[in-house]
């Protein structure tokens, strides 16, 4: 049963205001944040009430924690339902959707620690004891970096041989530090800058970036006597201009159609034997995800996150038209933890793999590590180092340590 709720404004990894909330139980606590974006899709629920977080935290007691007062922690579809009521808005905009996923997740910890179990277990019921391989962030573009980076957002790799957790984000560390030093050769004046989410910030072409990434993957590879995969997010609704109908390289100089888009990004499947590409297409563009999926979806798992905003509606629309194979999952993208439930059982349940992840503005928080493990997601995407994103990789390497019986995802 709910005692109290507490509000906070706290720090993210760009400096900039988030919240945190504390719910308390009769013998329970539990503490979540929200993270925030930078390429934000439009269909995301409204992260902050539009006049900011101040009026909301000073309305906080009266507006939110009485309503919750009293009610049990466990029922997590009736809390959020009570948030979405108070709220009032079909976007969340009223209360915002930060707010809220805060408040979820919090009450869902808040019930786990008074059975003294781990989030991982008790919201996990049927969970596979199986791992997550992290897709580790390694070089930052386009909005999570400067001017001269390259143009496409992030340049990931996934170990997809590791054999443990431990291993496999050693491994990522292990390639992130490499890329850096073939950075370092291609380019003397880089002074080793990183990007929003940990990755490198160079001032290198999208090519060179893909080439060099490629090269430690293998160079790595070989090292450790694993197979690490290139991957990336082009996060192609930052690229695109509406008025021009085009996906705009502005580094490279180059413009291209839909059709030219699917052809540039096929291309970089077959060349770097891609194993994750989220994002290739805007957030509207379901004829470009559907003809690359159509292409590619056989060899690469071809991801939407802009186009499915965590939202089981229009994931259903993109499983009408086969327009990807695998879907990001951002709880605050969509608000609830119930929702973002939801959204993972509509993925699994047709052939969509879905991918928890973390925001480029991010906490300490590491509950994403556990709604991973709890709803056998197969890959989670938190960067590579950092310290808001080993938060959530070390507690996988705890998780991992905990659990009985436990072996890496099925990928
Ligand atoms: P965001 O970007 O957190 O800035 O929205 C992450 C992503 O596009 O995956
Ligand atoms: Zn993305």
Redesign the pocket.
């Given at each position: 049963i709910i005692e109290d709720v507490e509000i906070r404004k706290i720090l993210d990894s760009r400096g900039n205001p988030t919240v945190e909330v504390d719910v308390l139980t009769e013998n329970g606590f539990g503490r979540a944040a929200a993270?925030?974006?930078?390429?934000?899709?439009i269909r995301?629920v409204t992260a902050f009430p539009e006049d900011g977080i101040d009026n909301i935290m000073n309305d906080f007691g009266s507006r939110v924690a009485l309503e919750l007062i009293g009610i049990d922690s466990q029922d997590t579809n009736l809390i959020d339902t009570i948030l979405k009521e108070i709220d009032g808005t079909d976007n969340l905009s009223s209360l915002g959707g930060n707010i809220i996923v805060a408040i979820s997740l919090a009450t869902a910890k808040a019930a786990s620690s008074s059975y003294n179990m781990p989030l991982y277990s008790f919201l996990g019921g049927n969970m596979k004891n199986e791992i997550p391989y992290p897709l580790g962030n390694m070089i930052n573009g386009g909005?999570?970096a400067g001017k001269n980076a390259p143009d496409i957002?992030?340049f990931l790799v996934v170990p997809v041989g590791a054999k443990n957790i431990t291993e496999a984000v050693f491994a990522n560390s292990r390639v992130h530090k490499r890329i850096g030093e073939l950075i370092k050769a291609k380019d003397k004046s880089f002074t080793g800058g990183k990007g929003?989410?940990g990755g490198w910030a160079p001032n290198l072409t999208n090519e060179d970036a893909l080439y060099i990434q490629a090269k430690a993957c293998e160079e790595v590879g070989d090292e450790l006597g694993i197979e690490i995969r290139p991957s990336m997010?082009v996060?192609a609704s930052?690229l695109w201009d509406d008025k021009q109908e085009k996906y705009v390289y502005e580094r490279e100089g180059m413009l291209r159609n839909s059709g030219e888009q699917v052809d540039f990004v096929e291309d970089i499947i077959n060349t770097y034997n891609m194993f994750f590409m989220?994002?290739p297409f805007h957030e509207n563009d379901f004829n470009g995800f559907t003809e690359l999926t159509r292409r590619s979806g056989n060899k690469c798992l071809i991801c939407g996150?802009?186009i499915f905003v965590t939202n089981a509606e229009l994931l259903q629309k993109g499983i009408d038209v086969g327009a990807a194979n695998a879907i990001?999952i951002?709880p605050n993208q969509i608000g609830t933890l119930s929702d973002t439930y939801k959204t993972i059982k509509l993925a699994k349940d047709n052939g969509y793999v879905p991918v928890v992840?973390?925001?480029?503005?991010?906490t300490t928080d590491e509950t994403i590590a556990h709604l991973a493990v709890a709803f056998s997601c197969p890959l989670i995407?938190t960067g590579a180092i950092g310290g808001e994103r080993i938060a959530k990789l070390n507690e996988l390497i705890r998780i991992e340590k905990q659990m009985i019986n436990v072996t890496m995802a099925k990928i």
């Open positions: 993270p925030s974006g930078a390429s934000t899709g995301e909005a999570h957002q992030e929003d989410e997010d996060a930052s989220e994002d996150d802009d990001i951002k992840s973390h925001r480029s503005g991010e995407k």
